[in-house]
Each structure stands twice: as C-alpha cells, then as structure tokens.
C-alpha cells in the first residue's frame, strides 16, 4: 500500500508538524487538535476548510483573531446580509459584498435609501439564518449558464463582474436557496456566526464612478461572541467621539468648504498646532545638517516626464492648460524639484549627505468618494526631505533616520512598527538594482533591531520604501512617514557628483517623511488626544477665568504677564458663572484654568485648575509660569 504523501502543517504556536495529504483541511485540523479554525492558508493563498490539503503545500490554519480570519468569517456575514435582504427585498440586485478592515459591507440595488426600520429586520433575519446553521458550500458553474441566470434575474452588476471574468468556469457559493458569485473562502456553515450588527447605511456610487447608478450600502460586523462584538461596539462609540472631523471644527482648528473639496482651510488655532509641528521639526532638522529649499507650486510636464510621474502617476494629478497651450502639473510630490536643485550647479563628495528638506504643499487627486476629513485630502503638506548620498552612505544614513523617527514618535508617546515595501507589478528601472536596494534595506532593519513585516508590492515605482505604521490611543494603526530608497531618479535627472579621484558618480537618493502628511498627521492626533492636544501644541494653553467683574482688570493683568512670557492665554470675559466658565474651558480641552477672585488679585497669583489633574490650588504667578514653560520645553 502506497504512504500518503505528507505535507508541513504551520501550527498556532509556530512549530510545524507533517500530516497526510488527500484528506480535507477542516479534518486535518481536528486531527491537530485545533478549535477556532475558520479558515486555511495553502502555500499563502487563503482556502476554505473543505478544501482537500495539497501534497507539498505549506498549511497555516487561521481562527478569528487572525486578520485572514477575520476576512474569512466578515466575507461570511456579508453573504449572509445579502441572503436576508433578498428574501425581505425580492426585487434588490445585488452587487458587491466584502470584507473590510473592521467588519464588512454590501451594495444593493432597491430603488430607495434603506431605512433604520429596514436594517433592524434585515439584523433580525440574519440571526434566524445564521442559528439555522445552513452549510456554505463552493461549486462551480459554466459561465454561459451564470450569465443566462444573471439576465433572468435582472442582476445587472452581477453580470458587468462576470464578463470580466476569464475562465469558462466560475466559483459560487450557496447556503440553502441562495447562491452568490465569490471566490471566497468562506465559513463551513451560517451557523458559525453568533453575534451580528448592522452599523449604518449609505449611498455609494457603483464601482465609485458618479456617473454611475447610486447603490444603498450597508455596513456591519460579526462577532463569535456576543462579548467581543459589545466590545467592538465600544470601541466604535470610542472612535466617534475622537472623531476629528467632529473635533476640528468644534475646536475650530480647520474646516471644509464644498467649493474645494478636499481641501482644508486651517483657521487660526489649527495654524498654531500646524506651525508647532513645523518649528519643531525644523529645529531638529536644522541640528542634523538639512537645509530647506522651497520650489514651484506648478511645473510644466515636462519636468514630470522625466521624473516618470507622467507615465506612473498622471491619473493622480491636477492637470492644466494655459492659454499658449502649454500643458503644467499642480505638484503631487516634491522629489522631481529636489532633482533639480541638486543638479542646479557642480556637485562634490564633499557635499555629501547633501540633506533638502521642505514644507511645500502639495495637490493630488483624490476620487471624491475616498476623501475622509483630514485622513486623505487633495491638498497637503508634508515634512519632506530628499537625502543625496553615495552609496557607501546609505547604512549610516538609514541609521540616522531611524533615530529620528524614534525622536519623533516618543515625543507623542506614540508606538509604531516598521514595514518594507518591494517592488511594485508597475515599476521604473532595472530589476538587478531594485533586488540589490531591497537587499540594503532587509539588512538595515535586521540590524536595527525592531520587528518589521514584509508587504511584497508594495514600494513606490522608483525605489523600495519603509513605512511607519503608529498605533493611536485605541489600536488602531495608521501609515503615516515612509523612507524611500532611490537608485532610478537619479539616472534619469542625470545627476553627477565628483568623487574623490574627480570621476563621475550618480548620488543615491533617499526620500522620506517622518510626520507624512502633516493634515494627516494632526487628525491621527486629534484623535488620539480625543481633542486634549499636550501643552506645547494647544492653540490656547491657559484660560483666565474672572469669577466676577470686579476682577476683569486683574484677569487682564495676568493675561499680558502670560502673554509677554510666550504663553498661550485668553480671558474668559463673559458674564457667566466661575462655574460654567470652568465647564467650558474644560469641554474646549484648554489645559490650564487660572481662576482669579479676591484673594489672588490681593495677592498677585492665580488659582490654577488642570484639564487633568483637577484643581492644583492657589499658585504664584512666577511658580506657574516656571511649571508651564518646563511642560512646553519637555513637549509634554
């Protein structure tokens, strides 16, 4: 009798057992032993459990608390939405359903908005579908017979998707009399999805083109247990009063206006924590030897072509016309003029690291239906810079990033990971440089120490990249600098420097944000903070409160002392009570309180309340001052 071939089981805890090949997945894993198992990964690639393993293949089973997981059982649900609402809406077509990063959604088509009243009976069916435990199952159909069905049906989206599809036979997925067109994976059975909400509903452009059919979204997401899906629930009302497209206007740091959509008017408190980030981070620059440059806002396309934006990047860009017919970008990024300020004159090894650093803003187009608040804009800042090395210089250059990057984020108490990002399908130059550049970096990071994932693709067209990902106040991560590794704009620039035996040499140059978007740097902030900006970057940093009239010239008095001091301060001069005055100052998240009355008008000091710590007590002017420029300095 002929051995079953074995195969490499990847088990939780990371160690490896071989197994027999031929029999399912679900059973090898319960011959392992393993509960929780939703899904299985198959030499990486994401399969159902009633997939047979595969001689040779490496096997990875993934539960719910993995990210493949998750996707697993939300893609699950979201099939599970669309079997409720067809049975409540016979006459909905369906278009799109997937997973998302915290749950799942759903593209329908019934003539209407969904109601509250619509989304609590489509919860209700979904649970009586879910507990009766239907199995999922994966077939496969000619596609002349799904699309003569889908033309039946009236299912128009249906069918754009499956004359997009190549092969002759199609993946389905059925659980009792639905079926819906999938690649999946999915869940063995309905059953497996205990707890269920539907969070919210809105109109959503088909394939987010507006010149399409407006659908009606639903969004939602699913729990094993009705404890964690309560606990999601409030990390959600959590994340909605961070909210900073709520906070930002209520704080009057920024605003929109639908004349520029997508585009931020900072008002006057958000120009201070905007110019705080900036003259800090200018101030640590300049101690490390960078020089700022600024450089047109609007360059002919020209400049974009040789830099490869043009070809890689147009569909992206603010593009314009003059009247003598010349064709001129709105700039997406700053790297093509930094290209031309290095080659503005004869470069030597002497000027190397030659380190350019800016502020400029920048335009890139963003579809309508991706803007989010200050998160993803088409008009932004970034604290960029592009370091010109040679390329015996990029391990210490690196090294030199990396601690500032750890400069920076301590500041902010911030936690952060890195990640190396490869070379993208859609690339610039020869592939024998790029292994070689993603090769410095693998060993750059190994070198420093911190963990770091690999996301294969990923790195911009010119060169691979390592990007920052910070985890905010609730977990939740965010991109936000990114240091790039360029061998190509360089060659194409022509740029040159002389060695030390006066040959010609072509710099390295290496790209990088440490904040990013400055924009979206200060909403990941605001909501980390929940609005409580740390003192040294609070629009207002002290509010006077007179408790009565009488001491209004006293209030002033401390006001001008603050004032002439550098602090931030206004006096709270309305005829309210100390205590309303109080509730406020503490709702706008102003740190400090100084109270002023009687006693402290006689004696030159002030009472101070913390927006933190509460009432702090009588203090001495000078005393306070001492306390409130050591925070400043200590950026706390």
Sequence with gaps: MRQAELVQVVLPDGSRRDVPSGQT???????????????????????????????????????????????????????????????????????????????????????????????????????????????????????????????????????????????????????????????????????????IKLLSTSGAYWRGDEHRP??????????????????????????????????????????????????????????????????????????????EIRSPLVNKQALY?????????????????????????????????????????TRSYRDLPLRLSDTDILHRFERSGTMYGLLRVREFSQDDAHIFISEDQIRAEYGEILAIIERFYSIFDIEYRLRLSTRPEKFMGDPAVWDAAERELKEILEASGRPYEVDDGEGAFYGPKIDILMKDSLGREWQTGTIQLDFQLPRRFDLKYHDREGRERTPVVIHRVIYGSLERFIGILIEHYAGALPVWLSPEQVRILPIADRHAAYAEQVLERLRSSGARAAVDSSNQRISYKIRQAQVEHIPYMAVVGDKEAASGGVAIRSRSAGDLGPMALDAFLIRLRGEVAAKK
């Excluded at 435990?133 to 499956?162: N, S």
């Excluded at 017919?325 to 790297?335: I, S, W």
Aim: contains cysteine.
């Design 25 to 195: 997945a679900r059973a090898t894993a319960e011959a392992l032993g393993l509960r929780d198992v939703v899904g299985v990964l198959m030499d990486g690639r994401p399969r159902d459990l009633a997939t047979p393993v595969e001689p040779g293949a490496r096997v990875e089973f993934v539960a719910f608390k993995d990210a493949a997981g998750r996707e697993v059982y939300w893609h699950s649900t979201a099939h599970l939405m669309a079997q409720a609402v067809k049975q409540l809406f016979p006459h909905a077509r369906l278009a799109i359903g997937p997973p998302i990063d915290d749950g799942f959604y759903y593209d329908f088509d019934i003539g209407r908005p969904f109601t509250p009243e619509d989304l609590e009976r489509i919860e209700v069916r979904m649970r009586e579908l879910a507990a009766a435990d239907q199995p999922i199952e994966r077939i496969e159909l000619p596609r002349d017979e799904l699309r003569r069905q889908f033309d039946a049906e009236g299912e128009v989206y249906k069918r754009e998707l499956l004359d997009e599809i190549p092969d002759e036979r199609v993946s389905v997925y059925r659980q009792d009399g639905f079926a819906d067109m999938c690649r999946g994976p999915h869940l063995l059975s309905t059953g497996l999805i205990k707890a």
């Design 214 to 291: 407006m659908l009606q979204r639903i969004y939602g997401v699913s729990y094993p247990t009705q404890s964690d899906l309560d606990a999601h629930l409030h990390r959600l009302e959590e994340a909605r009063r961070r909210d900073h497209r709520r906070l930002g206007p209520q704080l009057e740091l920024f605003m929109f206006h639908e004349t520029a959509p997508g585009m931020p008017y900072w008002l006057p408190r958000g120009m201070i924590v905007l110019n705080e980030l900036i003259a800090f981070w200018r101030t640590e620059h300049d101690r490390r030897g960078y020089q």
């Design 305 to 345: 072509e040789i830099s490869g934006h043009w070809e890689y990047f147009r569909e992206d860009m603010f593009v314009m016309q003059t009247p003598d017919e010349e064709v001129y970008g709105l700039k997406p990024m700053n790297c093509p003029n930094a290209m031309v300020v290095f080659g503005s004159r």
